[in-house]
């Protein structure tokens, strides 16, 4: 399964991370109200479990848009660890800093434009984000730093290497094991 996001992603006081629906920041008032009026990334990564390869990608400016989560020393999303094996969660930036969200980009951000053109390549996904990560950092200045958690054991491509072309595969790690 594939899932990607843009917009604002919010970490609540209990450690759980909130992607806001357009909307959610006038509808939501105070943070009680966030697992019914936001979509939790946790719901998301539990859905996907045990169905292969599941990747998740989080163009979150990761800055609160609420009064009530300013003052509580967290910005944007928490990194998401353990669980399935085969999940991979690519986040805009890290953990305590915000993605750029301005129009300066033209209608993409950095880190969408980045993924766009490499997701065009021939590229296993590690390499891929590596690509995006140099792209991102270089255009934001090093201010943006995408990151992902490479909790998978699958090679994947969104585009195939031509025919005769393809890498080494990695071993599998259930035979390893």
Same mark, same amino acid.
């Given at each position: 399964g594939l899932v990607y996001f843009a917009? /604002?992603?919010?970490?609540?006081?209990?450690? /759980? #991370?909130?992607?806001?629906p357009i909307g959610?920041?006038?509808?939501?008032?105070?943070?009680?109200?966030?697992?019914d009026g936001a979509v939790s990334l946790g719901f998301i990564r539990g859905a996907m479990d045990g169905g292969g390869l599941n990747l998740i990608f989080l163009d979150?400016?990761? &800055?609160?848009?609420?009064?009530?989560?300013?003052? #509580?020393?967290?910005r944007?999303?928490?990194p998401v660890t353990g669980g399935s094996d085969d999940i991979l969660i690519a986040y805009a930036t890290a953990a305590g800093d915000s993605a750029d969200d301005s129009d300066a980009y033209?209608? #993409?951000s950095p880190y969408t434009a980045?993924?766009? &053109?490499?997701?065009? !390549?021939?590229?296993?996904? !590690?390499i891929l984000l590596k690509k995006v990560r140099a792209d991102v950092m270089r255009q934001t200045h090093g201010s943006q730093r995408p990151i992902y958690n490479p909790?998978?054991?699958?090679?994947?491509y969104f585009t195939a290497p031509p025919a005769g072309k393809e890498p080494a595969v990695a071993p599998d790690v259930e035979a390893i094991l």
């Open positions: 917009g /604002h992603g919010v970490q609540a006081e209990d450690s /759980h #991370n909130y992607l806001l959610a920041d006038t509808d939501i008032i105070k943070s009680a109200q966030l697992p979150a400016c990761r &800055k609160a848009p609420y009064a009530f989560m300013r003052g #509580n020393g967290k944007g999303l928490v033209g209608s #993409n980045s993924l766009i &053109k490499w997701m065009a !390549e021939p590229l296993p996904i !590690e909790e998978f054991t699958q090679d994947f």
